[in-house]
Every structure is written in C-alpha cells, then in structure tokens.
C-alpha cells in the first residue's frame, strides 16, 4: 500500500471517529442514549424519533426512491430540531463532517421534532 492509500484511509478513519463522537452528543442533548448511535439499525430509529418525533419512520428507507427523500429531509428536520435554519441543515447535508461536530459542540439546544 501507497503512503497517498494509507494517508487516505488515516483520513477516512478520522472522520468517522470524528462523526461518531458528534452523534453520540447529539443524541444526548437530545435526551437519548449516547450509545445508540453505535448500534445499526436502532440509531436510525433514534435519529428519526429525535427529527421527526416518530422513530418508526426509519422504515421509509427502505422503501426505493421513498429513501432518498426521507435521507434527503432528515439532515434539514435534524437542524429544526435544534432549533436551526434551514441553510444549516443544507450544510448538514452537503458538508456533514463540518456542521455535525458544529451542531454536537455548540450550545444549539434540543427543542424537539418541528412540524
């Protein structure tokens, strides 16, 4: 393996870690369990419950095109939730490994699911 092939998976490595850490915070501002950030499947269902109120929604991913619009709406609910702009939830979608740990490490506040 290159250096430029371990440097790039040092670097894919970080940022996980990194958004690992910014879920586990968001999800305790939120008043969740921090640890269900690292179990698959319930940590959608905890994300969905924290954005839209209903956990139960996360089952829409499974549906084909219904997914890419839920996966689409989710960052933008996420921001409302904590009391955001839309525009923040733009960069939660496009640039989710900056507005996540901005979101997890500022004093943005859990106001609950917007409708």
Do not use: R
């Not at 409302?80 to 923040?88: I, L, W, Y």
């Amino acid at each position: 393996m290159t250096s430029m092939h371990a440097g790039y998976w040092f670097l894919s490595f970080g940022i996980s870690i990194l958004l690992i850490i910014c879920y586990w915070k968001l999800y305790e501002k939120a008043g969740e369990p921090g640890w269900a950030c690292l179990v698959p499947f319930y940590n959608m269902y905890v994300m969905f419950k924290i954005a839209f109120g209903n956990g139960w929604k996360f089952l829409l991913l499974l549906i084909p095109i219904v997914n890419i619009v839920f996966a689409i709406m989710l960052p933008f609910k996420l921001a409302k939730a904590f009391g955001k702009s839309s525009g923040f939830g733009a960069g939660l979608l496009f640039l989710s490994f900056i507005f996540y740990p901005m979101l997890a490490f500022s004093d943005a506040k859990y106001v609950g699911p917007q409708k």
